[in-house]
């Protein structure tokens, strides 16, 4: 595949697409991961949602 | 399952988990088919190889948009009806939309140095899609940065609506005004001026963001579902401390 002259600026533009693509997957990705971990924390320690409680009682 | 059935955070929790895998998997096939499809598209007959650039541009600056159409919509849910979904919708749309609205940014000023010589002009539409994210930026800060998540999301509702009337602006602004950007080439009246060979991988390619951008965007309300509860756990922890 010939990009031509100018190929340095297509394939920074796509070079800079990935990039941002995959920062915001990896923000939501390790963000998920994160607040599970807590989740889980809190729900070993015993901390139940208001919600939770009314509905184990 | 209703479709009311989802303003439910919990069934809504539920519906995401199951569809999730499914449509992070259809938008890795899209983007490959498109990428494929853009990689063989001929170069146009003026600019070249540097239309394989519109391949994202275009698709970005859409979702740019739709992203504050998405949240503008949730500000109304915000407002109007007090709906928590709807908060965690607007909150979560902001940062994927303005990703979009950089990407389009960004890819525009690398296609605009070889096909107008210049990196920046402040034109109308160029001019606008940068107040976009610009105001992007100003929604995310009032979300992030309220003490009160109540007051904040009220006040990032507000702004998104006022914000909403940049969204006519952007797509208008090379019809009101002489602008060195080209005029609407796809949605136009009397159909897209662009060769079939080129527009198919685009629409494929759009197809791919879009799927993208909705992968993400339920992902990211997930994320926000699990953080409020965390954020409930620990006020409950506090008050029985």
């Given amino acids: 595949m010939n990009l031509g002259p100018h190929a340095d600026f297509i394939v920074a533009a796509y070079a800079v697409t990935c990039f941002i693509m995959a920062a915001l997957v990896a923000w939501v990705v390790l963000d998920y991961s994160a607040q599970r971990r807590i989740l889980g924390d809190l729900e070993e320690r015993g901390v139940t949602r208001r919600s939770q409680r009314k509905a184990d009682q | 399952m209703p479709v009311i059935d989802l303003a439910n955070p919990a069934r809504f929790l539920s519906f995401v988990n199951r569809v999730l895998p499914w449509l992070a998997a259809a938008t890795i096939v899209m983007f490959a088919f498109g990428l494929a499809r853009a990689m063989n598209a001929p170069d146009d007959y003026q600019q070249g190889a540097t239309v394989k650039i519109m391949f994202l541009h275009v698709p970005a600056a859409w979702l740019g948009m739709m992203g504050w159409g998405v949240m503008s919509v949730a500000a109304l849910g915000t407002l109007v009806w007090r709906h928590p979904l709807a908060d965690v919708a607007g909150k979560a749309a902001a940062p994927i939309g303005a990703a979009f609205t950089l990407i389009c940014l960004i890819t525009g000023s690398l296609w605009g140095r070889p096909t107008w010589g210049t990196y920046w002009v402040w034109d109308a539409r160029l001019t606008s899609v940068l107040v976009l994210f610009l105001l992007y930026l100003g929604v995310m ?38 602008t060195l950007h080209q005029p609407a080439s796809i949605l136009r009246m009397g159909g897209s001026a662009v060769d079939p060979s080129i527009l198919r991988p685009l629409l494929i390619m759009t197809g791919a963001f879009t799927l993208l951008f909705f992968t993400l965007f339920f992902a990211a309300m997930r994320n926000e579902i699990l953080r409020r509860r965390v954020r409930a756990m620990r006020l409950m922890q506090a008050q029985s401390a």
């Fill in chain 2, 141 to 178: 800060a009032l979300y992030w940065t309220a003490e009160d998540p109540g007051r904040g999301s009220r006040a990032a509702a507000v702004l998104t609506l006022v914000g909403a009337i940049n969204i006519p602006i952007i797509k208008f602004s090379v019809d009101w005004w002489n």
